[in-house]
Nanobody, 124 residues
């Protein structure tokens, strides 16, 4: 599956952004989807994940209560609604897919496919 993330940009602290990740192929509904981010000089980290059904969602501690993940299997797209953005949210955001069930901790190494990323910059 090929993934293309979009929606990044430059915003001010407190603003909102919605990222989208469009997937190619007809088996999108077979993949759990995740969002990860990587800030300069830091390791890539888990942000949010959603199971195949779209019912079960997961969030990193730093984004809980501010970010919301969702998916539309009919459109082969996963979204990340980001509210109350902070300067520390500045990073390249990547979407990723894993066939079936994700690893328990949504590890970077456990994902099967990655998109190219979209840059989010939050100014103070």
């Amino acid at each position: 599956v090929q993934l293309q993330a979009s929606g990044g940009g430059l915003v001010q602290a407190g603003d909102s952004l919605r990222l989208s990740c469009a997937a190619s192929g007809r088996t999108f509904s077979s993949y759990a989807m995740g969002w990860f981010r990587q800030a300069p000089g830091k390791e890539r980290q888990f942000v949010s994940g959603i199971r195949i059904s779209g019912i079960s969602t997961y969030y990193g501690d730093s984004v809980k209560g501010r970010f919301t993940i969702s998916r539309d299997n009919a459109k082969n797209t996963v979204y990340l609604q980001m509210n109350s953005l902070k300067p520390e949210d500045t990073a390249v955001y990547y979407c990723a897919a894993v066939l079936g069930r994700p690893s328990d901790n949504w590890s970077v190494g456990g994902m099967d496919y990655w998109g190219k990323g979209t840059l989010v910059t939050v100014s103070s």
